[in-house]
């Protein structure tokens, strides 16, 4: 499997799960610069990222439908520049289009012109009959973000979290931003600020500058509200076309995945895998479960092109969960940063034999002196099974796991050292670049 890229004319890059694909490495200290490209994967402080390309991968996930010669690559759920998509292009009387999204320069996945978007319908004109008294309770919460900043202009979704005018996004959707504007969902304009941006994560905070009384702040669920085979909704601005409502099922649950710029440390989450239709212009917006509480912000999602033809949709979405989001929100909001936990190695994809059984893992290359994994004794060449007993089948899962908790939480990890299984404690640190 090999790298994909797009037009000339769309400067993004997309990544493949390949068995040559840089390692993961968990987030570090301040103190340690970011990885040399010789040195793909080591231990680094997440870098800024600057409006350019970005790069996704999925883990082990899509494997099998590679081996039928067909391309699958993950993209960021974000509008861009480029050719308008037909189905854009046929609203624009409706509603203003397609966009830039400012930070990764997506389109891609519309530039073919096919205007696909899977099974999306307006909120208004949901074919479950069970699901209308929902997306009417929640879509005022749902904002049309739109942004304007060097490279043109750009558009995604936010969901409004208090009544004091804050609204969550994705950081990419934002990033490079000169001017935010915001639609609600009946139609008014307004002004906002980004308050606050964590790359780590991909989350940020926007401020609206004059936030009206009426704002229908939407209610948070929690990560205990999720499991496999249950109903979602999300709500966003894909492709411009503003309160647009799909649904489907969590299709898995802590699916590791990466996304990155090229440029620096990717973020990587434990996603909510879900198959309601995400596209262009979804990132951002919130996922809802059946009760109306939101569950995870949407993020990315996978395509699939033969000959370098561009798709959008085929039912393989990623958000990130809400209790990380929730979490990072509060933080930005109240202190302009989040808190991430580090760990100090650095990380590539493995296995360990111990007990007569061979586990998937996380290999630790290198450990960081003076960091939690070296006062713990982790060593080059140990395999991490486990984190808390939740299994670590990759050096994504470890850093996703890792990256969810804070400086100071302490974990138990299972570790694999000459087919000798073991339980170590860890005291994580607080990387100060978050």
């Known amino acids: 499997m090999t790298e994909q890229h797009l037009p000339p ?51 082990a996930v899509l494997a099998g439908v590679l081996a039928s010669g067909t391309t699958v690559a993950l993209t960021r759920a974000t509008d861009d520049a480029g050719p308008a998509a037909a189905l854009v292009a046929a609203q624009a009387a409706v509603d203003r289009g397609a966009g830039a999204d400012p930070a990764d320069g997506s389109g891609a996945t519309t530039a073919d012109g096919s205007g696909q978007t899977g099974a999306a319908l307006p909120a208004s ?41 804050h609204v969550l996004t994705n950081a990419h959707v934002v990033a490079g931003a000169r001017t935010v504007a915001l639609t609600l969902d009946d139609g008014r304009l307004l002004e906002a600020e980004v308050a606050g941006t964590d790359e780590s994560s991909d989350l940020a905070v926007l401020t609206i500058a004059d936030p009206p009384e009426d704002l229908t702040p939407a209610t948070f669920g929690s990560d205990a509200d999720l499991a496999v085979g249950d109903s979602v909704l999300a709500v966003g601005n894909p492709l411009g ?28 989450t434990a996603a909510v895998q879900v198959d309601a239709a995400v596209n262009p212009g979804n990132s951002g917006g919130p996922l809802f479960d059946s009760e109306g509480r939101v ?40 202190d302009g940063s989040a808190d991430h936990a580090f760990l100090g190695v650095g990380l590539e994809d493995g296995e360990a034999a111990a007990g007569g059984e061979v586990r998937a893992g996380a290999a630790v290359r290198a450990v960081e002196p003076g960091s939690p994994a070296a006062a713990a004794g982790l060593r080059e060449g140990d395999v991490v099974t486990a984190l808390d007993g939740a299994p670590v089948g990759s050096a994504e899962a470890l850093t996703a796991m890792v990256r969810e908790h804070v400086g100071g939480d302490e974990v138990v990890l299972t570790v694999v050292r000459d087919e000798e299984e073991s339980e170590v404690e860890v005291a994580l640190a607080s990387s100060p670049a978050g």
Request: proline share 8%; charged share 15%; no cysteine.
């Open 125 to 165: 004109a949901s074919s479950d009959a069970g699901w209308s008294d929902v997306v009417a309770e929640v879509t005022p919460s749902v904002v049309a973000v739109s942004v304007e900043t060097e490279r043109g202009s750009g558009t995604g979704s936010g969901v409004i979290i208090d009544d004091q005018g």
């Open 241 to 268: 076309l503003r309160s647009t409502a799909t649904t489907g099922i969590v299709s898995a649950l802590d699916r590791p995945v990466a996304t990155s710029d090229g440029s620096g440390e990717a973020a990587v």
């Open 295 to 334: 569950v995870g912000i949407t993020s990315s999602i996978a395509t699939m092109s033969g000959s370098g033809e561009q798709s959008g949709s085929i039912g393989v979405g990623f958000a990130i969960p809400v209790d990380l989001a929730s979490r990072v929100a509060g933080e930005l909001i109240s």
């Open 9 to 59: 004319n769309d400067p993004r890059t997309r990544w493949v799960a390949s068995p040559t694909s840089p390692p993961a490495a968990d987030p570090a200290s301040a103190s340690v610069a970011p990885a040399p490209a010789s040195r793909p994967g080591t231990v680094g402080a997440p870098a800024a990222r600057p409006t350019g390309s970005r790069h996704v991968v999925l883990a």
